[in-house]
């Protein structure tokens, strides 16, 4: 799947460009390292998906002469095409309809395009329907895993697989920061319990078949192209609708946010530079209760968040369980180059404005009740 020699250069988007300019622009990270030398075709699964394709974009875009890109997604609920509908005219790109669970296929699409790297995004994310339908949960997140790792292993050809992973394995950190090889993983609720158990097979394919696995555990990201299921999006969905908003318990909880070209820069960095074998917080400097999200969207759509408060949000029970926050440390990964550069304020406006333009035709869907 070589790019034609006709191919015209894609132009890696500017700051100016991807933080001033228009919001409606499919945006990507700035990070740009020079290529691989044993990697030509990347696979990204869950490549339609809220991060996963903030990080199809930017490889495609920025490695457009150098990386061939496939996109693997079964196109779920909140997945969009969307979030990758600008790639289809780039000749280093290709999408593929396909489960995870479905081996046989993924197998073909390793062998058939001759894939040197994987990125492993595809999962079920959602922490409320988790506790609503916790084995749908194992069966994408654990057993999707599983099946792919065997598909790989089939294969023998890969290079770099960075496998997706999230900071809630730890638990609630309870104000300490949580370390990648020292902290162990407590995971409090059916999604994080699936996510740990999928860490581990990823572990264990390392240590027994001898798979380059790097995995990452991300602080909570957000910006455009996020499902409205988790509270960022959620929230702007309901201002839309002239609906109140809905916080869980007290709304204390508190999380912290990545923008997602920062994620997209992370991710970009630990493929670069990362170590096999090794585990890359990425962590957030912005921590932010979801009772104070409330009040700055309240603000960012024209309402007195101070005012209007009380009368602009609708109280709802809280989860059985709900980690107060995740702190982890991220100096493995910024020892690596990347930072942070977008901050929740800039970050959020953004996102705002983007959802303000999209949220009604972005998914052709009813927007989620409940959100992370």
């Not at 991300?218 to 509270?231: A, C, L, M, T």
């Amino acid at each position: 799947m070589a790019p034609a020699a006709t191919e015209t250069p894609v132009t890696p988007v500017s700051p100016s460009e991807r933080i001033e300019g228009p919001i409606d622009a499919f945006l990507t990270g700035l990070c740009k390292f020079p290529p691989l030398p044993n990697l030509k075709t990347i696979l990204v699964t869950g490549g339609a998906g809220f991060i996963g394709s903030w990080v199809t974009r930017h490889l495609v875009r920025q490695y457009a002469e150098t990386y061939n890109v496939i996109c693997l997604d079964k196109m779920d609920v909140v997945a969009s095409l969307n979030n990758i509908l600008d790639l289809f005219t780039c000749t280093n790109f290709r999408f593929l309809h396909c489960d995870l669970n479905d081996q046989h296929t993924v197998l073909f699409a390793l062998q058939s395009y001759s894939v040197d790297c994987v990125l492993h995004f595809a999962a079920s994310s959602h922490v409320q329907n988790s506790f609503n339908d916790p084995f749908t949960f194992t069966q994408n997140n654990v057993l999707g895993t599983q099946s792919l790792l065997e598909a790989v292993r089939s294969y023998g050809k890969i290079q770099r697989f960075i496998h997706v992973s999230t900071d809630e394995v730890y638990g609630e950190t309870n104000g300490q920061v949580a370390m990648e090889n020292s902290t162990p993983m407590r995971p409090t609720n059916p999604y994080s319990a699936s996510k740990a158990a999928a860490e581990m097979y990823a572990m264990a394919y390392q240590k027994s078949f001898g798979l380059p696995i790097i995995i990452v555990r991300s602080n909570n990201v957000y910006g455009p192209g996020q499902y409205p299921e988790k509270i960022i999006p959620r929230f702007a969905g309901l201002m839309l609708k002239g609906q109140n908003l809905t916080l869980q318990g007290n709304g204390d909880n508190a999380r912290r946010f990545l923008y997602g070209a920062d994620a997209a820069d992370a991710f970009d960095t630990i493929l670069h530079k990362g170590e096999i074998g090794e585990i890359y917080n990425v962590d957030s400097s912005y921590e932010v209760s979801n009772r104070k999200v409330a009040a700055m969207m309240l603000a960012l759509f024209g309402h007195d968040p101070v005012k209007d408060f009380g009368n602009m949000i609708t109280w709802l029970p809280d989860r059985p369980f709900n980690d107060n926050d995740y702190a982890v440390d991220g100096n493995k990964l910024q020892a690596l180059g990347w930072k942070q550069r977008i901050n929740f304020d800039s970050g959020l406006e953004m996102t705002v404005d983007w959802y303000k333009k999209n949220m009604a035709t972005w998914w052709h869907c009813q927007f989620a009740e409940d959100g992370k």
